[in-house]
């Protein structure tokens, strides 16, 4: 479910942690006026069900066993890895990103082949978050 009302006039927010421990909100921003929605997640170069898609982004959760790799992929549009979980893991391609604790981010442009791998002792959650354009 994803709160579009934002696209058509700006909206004030704000946002509060509830919890005692450190909270991280990223924000991921499309300056495009989006992309095709009619795409299929395969055509886009990715195989799974999103868990979230609109016409900006398309979002799909990784999890990772220990020690388990993730198939190498690539992406029709540019991608933002985000870490979820605790854990630790690597997304390796043209560039190198190292994850260490929730928060943490790598980006891979449209094209640029990928894997993910979890290099710790316990489950890792990684969301690629495409940056959908025309």
């Given at each position: ?39 299929t ?12 898609s ?5 979002v ?15 992406h ?25 604790e ?33």
């Amino acid at each position: 479910m994803s709160d579009l009302s934002y696209a058509d006039r700006a909206v004030t927010h704000r946002i509060h942690n509830n919890g005692t421990g450190l909270y991280r909100a990223i924000g991921v921003i499309n300056e495009t006026a989006g992309g095709d929605e009619a795409i299929t997640e395969e055509a886009a170069g990715f195989s799974g069900k999103p868990e979230m898609s609109n016409r900006w982004f398309r979002v799909y959760r990784v999890v990772l066993a220990p020690g388990e790799k993730a198939p190498a992929h690539q992406h029709k549009a540019p991608v933002v890895v985000l870490q979820d979980s605790s854990g630790k893991g690597i997304a390796s391609g043209p560039m190198t990103f190292e994850f260490n604790e929730p928060g943490q981010w790598g980006f891979f442009d449209a094209g640029a082949r990928h894997e993910m791998t979890n290099t710790g002792t316990e489950r890792l959650e990684l969301l690629e978050v495409e940056v959908r354009r025309r």
